[in-house]
């Protein structure tokens, strides 16, 4: 196996945190949302979300979320290998960041019940 570059090595746990971070946002909203739905003292306030989960597609809209963002930051990033394109992975972090504060905020509305 080849030996990898700095810039290679840089690019894969860029690629590893970025993942990570959506992936942990979402997992943790969807599952202290359906939580705190389930135990009918609290409701969706976003209209949106709560139009997903009324139609049952809530969790598919979020795998075609992180599909989508994941795959064309990776191709973007891969295929362009300078630090322009690194920027790139920026996008699933902002998303990621913006569900993990939601999951925090849903921990707390549990907690407090």
């Known amino acids: ?32 949302t359906y939580n705190g739905i389930s135990t009918g003292r609290l409701i969706e306030v976003n209209p949106f979300t709560h139009n997903l989960i009324t139609n049952g597609i809530w969790s598919l809209f979020d795998v075609l979320l992180i599909s989508v963002l994941l795959s064309l930051s990776y191709i973007i990033t891969k295929k362009n290998k300078n630090e322009l394109s690194q920027t790139m992975l920026f996008i699933p972090i902002l998303f990621g960041i913006v569900r993990l504060i939601a999951f925090v905020s849903n921990l707390f509305l549990l907690l407090s019940l």
């Not at 080849?2 to 290679?8: G, I, L, S, V």
């Open 1 to 32: 196996m080849p030996d990898m570059t700095a810039m290679e090595s840089n690019y894969l746990t860029n690629i590893r945190t970025s993942s990570m971070i959506l992936i942990t946002g979402v997992l943790g909203d969807e599952i202290t």
